[in-house]
């Protein structure tokens, strides 16, 4: 009974365009993700004196600051992003592909 519904799942159209859409944007976050990290140790490897700048005159915060708070709040944004499309789009999916198997 198991195997049978196991072979009905993967034999299902919805399910495997939800593993694409799923794998795909999964994906495009972590390249995402990837760029904005490793931009930003890009940029503190190779041009320090932009980070070291001062904010206004007189500040004592850098330019440095922000941006890596910049990449703090990126990670939270996307992982946001994918929450909100899973409990929306993948959710839909995985409930459409339970009720024609089931």
Known sequence: MQQDLVHAIKSNPKYHELVSKRKA???ILAIVML???YGFI???AFNKAFLSQQLWTGSITTV?????????VSAFILTGI???RANSEFDRLTREIKEEVL
Not at 64 to 72: A, D, E, Q, S, T
Request: hydrophobic share 70%; glycine share 14%; charged share 0%.
């Open 42 to 44: 890009l940029i503190v």
């Open 82 to 84: 994918y929450v909100f």
């Open 64 to 72: 440095g600051i922000p941006i890596g708070l910049g990449v703090i």
């Open 35 to 37: 760029v904005i990290y």
């Open 25 to 27: 944007f999964a994906w």
